[in-house]
């Protein structure tokens, strides 16, 4: 009892530092103690979940636990993030906490009915959709961002009650719909301006359900569709142009076997407003293609899989003066000077990002360090670097390195570099290549080792992840 008297005589302030390290459902626990408590904790619910809106997360749970969290502080909740406690749940579990089946927790109601105030992000990762049946209609009003991952069931039913989403991403999902009932059609007056669309290793959605999204959603300007089972055809890109002047973004998995494809293509060009175009080439010449996105001379961010790296390509290319991001998927190197000529006019590039490059090793891109002064951002993929194989390979790594960071010492004026390689190159860089010189470049300002995310890679078209057993599962 005197440790409890000492533990309430802290001020207000030492408990609302104490607050910042415990879970929405440690907080819950703890406002139910006293009435002092249940006032701190609502407060702390209004600064922090409401106004700086962070993310409420919340894992492993069944559906009588989220409706207690949910009933005490949802509606301050602006941020949600919901993991399911298995694959595939609506959270209405039989549970140690729950001897049964309880009405009013599945997870449609629970959000509808405690979250429908200030919800504005929604993530839901492995959770069935349903229980929104009995909802009234348009009571998520405020939500404008959703993100499903690994979920399935009724997406429809779901959909119909956000009326006012504006960004919709989807990722590796499972739902079962009809094509003219799909959840794309339905709803044709929400403000949708953000589309992302990523299956690994099935589909759902044929291309006629997204000519007829486009026909009645004028207002997008970020449309990412990246689907490795079934990529669009390239004639969709012709449907994207007359239907959307509005476009900013176009990421796009495109299936490019098409005697058409260099016309379908070309139609990109008409976009006005066009700053972020990555799609995958199968090999096809592209020269005429970036001549052409050369004359408007709007985009910031280019990526390409299979592209040849020729002469004629980098003298259309390096009148992008604009570009920020570069992106190179499995490219053909033809030409030697490519990323010497390119580095001595793209001098506004902040990202370079080299996936499965086999044929361009990393002494090859001194030339980005040299005249890049903005570069930040170097990312390494699955790239052959150097031969290992060879005696000299470590020290020729080595060397490379150590005179990377020579270069970029003397840009006073340069930003640093952070530099990202795979896991199995950085294993061999932490294990068998000069620790005290890895150790040294680490500590420094200059140059920053750091392990590459899969997950930005996955976002990639002509990338082909390789299955994992959580996807397959």
Not at 12 to 35: H, P
Not at 64 to 69: A, P, S
Not at 89 to 94: A, G, Y
Not at 409 to 424: E, H, R
Request: aromatic content about 10%.
């Amino acid at each position: 009892m005197k440790n409890l008297s000492e533990f309430m005589d802290l001020n207000d302030d030492c408990f609302l530092e104490l607050f910042k390290y415990l879970s929405a459902e440690e907080l819950i626990a703890l406002k139910l103690t006293n009435k002092r408590l249940y006032h701190l904790t609502d407060y702390y619910f209004y600064s922090v979940y409401e106004l700086k809106e962070r993310a409420v997360i919340l894992k492993g749970i069944d559906g009588c636990k989220l409706r207690n969290i949910l009933v005490h502080c949802g509606k301050f909740i602006r941020n949600l993030v919901i993991d399911s406690p298995r694959g595939y749940s609506d959270m209405n579990d039989i549970n140690d906490n729950c001897d049964q089946i309880e009405s009013g927790t599945y997870i449609g109601e629970l959000i509808g009915n405690y979250c429908s105030d200030k919800l504005h992000t929604l993530r839901l990762c492995s959770v069935y959709l349903s229980g929104f049946s009995s909802i009234p209609h348009g009571v998520l009003k405020n939500l404008k961002r959703m993100e499903m991952v690994r979920c399935c069931g009724n997406v429809d039913e779901i959909l119909s009650h956000c009326q006012n989403i504006t960004e919709l991403i989807q990722r590796n999902c499972g739902f079962i719909t009809k094509s003219e009932q799909h959840y794309l059609l339905v709803n044709d007056h929400t403000p949708l301006e953000s589309l992302f669309i990523q299956n690994d290793y099935q589909s759902d959605l044929e291309p006629e359900i997204l000519i007829n999204f486009f026909h009645n959603k004028r207002n997008i300007k970020k449309f990412h569709y990246l689907n490795r089972v079934s990529p669009a055809p390239t004639f969709l890109l012709s449907a994207i142009v007359e239907s959307i002047n509005t476009i900013e973004e176009l990421c796009i998995e495109l299936d490019t076997f098409s005697q058409n494809f260099s016309s379908d293509l070309a139609a990109l060009a008409q976009l006005d407003h066009l700053k972020r175009l990555e799609f995958n080439t199968d090999e096809i010449a592209v020269e005429s293609f970036v001549n052409d996105l050369t004359m408007k001379n709007h985009l910031e961010c280019f990526g390409a899989s299979d592209i040849c790296l020729s002469a004629s390509l980098c003298n259309s290319m390096i009148r992008l003066t604009n570009l920020k991001v570069l992106k190179l998927i499995a490219p053909l190197r033809l030409f030697e000077e490519f990323f010497k000529i390119v580095s001595h006019h793209l001098v506004h590039l902040e990202e370079i990002y080299l996936v499965q490059c086999t044929d361009i090793f990393f002494g090859d891109l001194m030339s980005f360090v040299e005249n890049l002064f903005k570069l930040r951002v170097l990312y390494l993929y699955e790239n052959e670097y150097v031969n290992w194989n060879e005696d000299d390979g470590y020290s020729q790594f080595t060397i490379d390195f150590v005179q990377l960071f020579k270069i970029r010492s003397n840009m006073v004026t340069a930003s640093p570099i952070n530099i990202l390689f795979d896991k199995n190159a950085m294993q061999r860089i932490e294990e068998s290549i000069w620790p005290h010189e890895f150790e040294w470049c680490t500590k420094n300002s200059v140059l920053r080792l750091a392990l590459a995310d899969d997950e930005i890679v996955n976002q990639i078209p002509g990338f082909n992840p390789k299955q994992n057993d959580e996807l397959s599962s």
